[in-house]
């Protein structure tokens, strides 16, 4: 029942609007016809569908109301400006046919005759003179001379005299160290790392020779620390000898 009253309404707003605007009142007319309970029963639309299309179609009467109605005021205001034009071209016909022609009359140009202008002489622009340019003094370049790795000097404790040694080495260059002490006597020589005793090739027991010469030689490691310096300790004969190197980049 309340469908047929929805029904009945918009189709007296589609009439109502028939008389400003036909697109209004079609649409009006659409709405009416989608809430007719007879129309619904044979199509057989959602009811979602069927308010959207409502709702769409009852907007859009008022959206295009205004636009439609103006067009009769838009076609009055062409044909009065259209009339307007066409009375005043009227009027202005016999105008144009009472001007009579102007004849024209041939004007004299005086002739100008130009004024010699005075020309300047060029100035001439004093030529700054040249500054003596100092001679670059010649410095003295002082070279770097890489020295050689130091080598201790004698040191002598008990029966062990320490001959030479490498007191400062690099990583992973070889360091040596040579003693004298007994001839024909076993040596033992250990160097000792912040890291704990080395094992590098060259070390351990060696025998001197008939003068009591030996000597031993080794390779440092490549990461070496560089904030202890090591010691090495030679023994043998019932003596023994230490002394510190320093190990550098």
């Known amino acids: 029942m309340i469908l047929w009253f929805i029904s009945v309404f918009f189709l007296l707003c589609a009439i109502t609007l028939s008389f400003a605007s036909l697109l209004s009142a079609a649409m009006m007319l659409a709405c009416a016809v989608l809430l007719n309970p007879i129309f619904i029963k044979k199509i057989e639309l959602k009811k979602g569908l069927t308010a959207l299309l409502v709702i769409g179609l009852f907007i859009g009467a008022f959206a295009v109301f205004p636009t439609d109605q103006n067009e009769p005021e838009a076609k009055q205001a062409l044909q009065e400006s259209t009339s307007l034009e066409t009375e005043s071209e ?29 020309t300047r002489m060029p100035t001439s622009t004093p030529t700054p003179t040249s500054s003596p340019t100092p001679r670059p003094t010649a410095t003295t370049l002082l070279l770097a001379v890489p020295s050689p790795t130091p080598l201790s000097k004698q040191i002598k404790a008990s029966g062990i005299e320490i001959v030479e040694y490498t007191d400062v080495i690099g990583r992973g260059e070889y360091a040596s160290i040579e003693i004298k002490g007994e001839p024909n006597t076993t040596y033992h020589c250990i160097v000792d790392y912040k890291s704990g005793p080395s094992k590098a090739k060259g070390l351990g027991d060696q025998d001197s020779d008939g003068e009591g010469y030996v000597e031993w030689e080794w390779k440092v ?15 043998g004969g019932g003596d023994s000898v230490s002394v510190r190197f320093k190990v550098v980049e």
């Open 90 to 118: 009227k009027d202005t016909e016999p105008d144009i046919q009472q001007t009579p022609k102007r004849v024209a009359t041939p004007t004299l140009i005086p002739t100008i005759t130009p004024v010699p202008t005075p």
């Open 221 to 235: 490691g490549t990461n070496t620390s560089l904030d202890y310096r090591p010691t090495i300790t030679v023994s």
